[in-house]
């Protein structure tokens, strides 16, 4: 593990290297506070730093305060190693955001159990931050199928418009939705339609483009998120999406069964919130289904049409 030593003192910050270096710790060293806020600020910083109180340029308080004032996921583990034993000291040193702290002159016995704790906190701080990660990326994650879930593609909508608004980038949504798929459940079971479901969300993420966005809406329904510079672009990419799925037949089970899809679309106005461009495609939705499935309604009607 990588360790900052900050300490001004020529004599101390040798002897606190090699007995660091003795117990395993990879040891990087500065002899003034602003150095060592430069080391701590690297991309791969030291993740724990012992810190001298009394240093030129920038003290050890101000250093654990600069320290502190950037937000991180990952801050490091500061040690204050001071002379300065009074309880208020202390007060002021923990205040400032340091960890812990170590009295000079120090026992050698004492620093080592020290670094260990701050070792623990490390990794208990390193297994809350994965199980964060981990957490977020489920709960924006469709658990059957593995593409983003409703609340996601909402989500990825709303910077889109924010983005829009901004950019007058041509922003298109499509509902889809999977054609008589009550008959596969009602026909296969469940377990073959959850199959149908997953390959067919596989199918669309593999024709959309990398800027294009799919979701889960809910049940059988598919939320497609089109940005587009220009308006010439957009039908090919719903049509491919149509196509896709038309193309082969699908795995239910042990059986092969043709699945195919309808799609609302909308094209967002500039002005109206997520859930009216989504009434406004959902009503397109109905159309499609209205004029025999499989086919894809625009609303307003698409130009040149
Ligand atoms: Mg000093």
């Not at 308080?61 to 991180?72: F, G, N, Q």
């Not at 957490?135 to 199928?145: G, R």
């Not at 998120?225 to 308006?231: E, K, Q, R």
């Given at each position: 593990m990588r360790v900052l030593i900050a300490e001004d003192d020529v004599t101390s910050?040798?002897?606190l290297q090699a007995v660091m270096g003795k117990w395993g710790y990879d040891v990087v060293t500065a002899s003034d506070g602003?150095?060592?806020?430069?080391?701590?600020?690297q991309p791969d910083a030291p993740k724990m730093a012992l810190l001298d109180w009394m240093m030129p340029a920038m003290d050890g308080?101000?250093?654990?305060?600069?320290?502190?004032?950037?937000?991180?996921a990952d801050p490091p583990y500061l040690i204050l190693l001071t002379a300065r034993g009074e309880k208020a000291d202390i007060v002021a040193g923990l205040g400032a955001g340091a960890d812990d702290y170590i009295a000079k002159p120090y026992n050698n016995a004492e620093l080592q159990a020290r670094l260990g704790v701050g070792q623990r906190v490390l990794a208990l701080q390193e297994r809350l931050r994965r199980a964060l990660a981990d957490?977020?990326?489920?709960?924006?994650?469709?658990?059957?199928?593995g593409i983003p879930n409703r609340r996601a593609i909402m989500a990825r909508l709303q910077s889109e418009m924010a983005r829009g608004g901004r950019e007058k980038a041509a922003l298109w949504v499509s509902i889809l939705d999977l054609d008589h798929f009550k008959?596969?459940?009602?026909?296969?079971?469940?377990?073959?339609?959850?199959?149908?479901?997953?390959?067919?969300?596989?199918?669309?993420?593999?024709?959309?483009?990398?800027?294009?966005?799919?979701?889960?809406?809910?049940?059988?329904?598919?939320?497609?998120?089109?940005?587009?510079?220009?308006?010439?672009?957009?039908k090919d990419a719903f049509e491919r999406v149509r196509g896709v799925v038309a193309a082969r037949p699908f795995l239910a089970g042990q059986t092969e069964v043709t699945v195919?899809?309808?799609?609302?679309?909308?094209?967002?106005?500039?002005?109206?919130?997520?859930?009216?461009l989504i009434r406004r495609a959902d009503e397109a939705l109905y159309r499609a289904k209205e004029n025999g499935r499989n086919r894809i309604e625009y609303t307003p009607q698409a130009p040149g049409e």
């Open positions: 910050r040798s002897i602003e150095t060592a806020l430069k080391l701590l600020q308080i101000e250093l654990c305060r600069r320290v502190r004032a950037v937000e991180t957490a977020e990326q489920l709960a924006l994650t469709d658990a059957l199928t008959i596969v459940n009602d026909t296969f079971g469940h377990s073959a339609g959850d199959m149908v479901l997953c390959e067919c969300a596989q199918r669309i993420a593999g024709v959309i483009r990398p800027y294009d966005a799919v979701g889960r809406f809910g049940g059988e329904e598919f939320l497609l998120v089109l940005s587009t510079p220009g308006t010439a672009l957009f195919t899809v309808s799609q609302g679309v909308a094209q967002w106005n500039g002005a109206e919130t997520a859930a009216e």
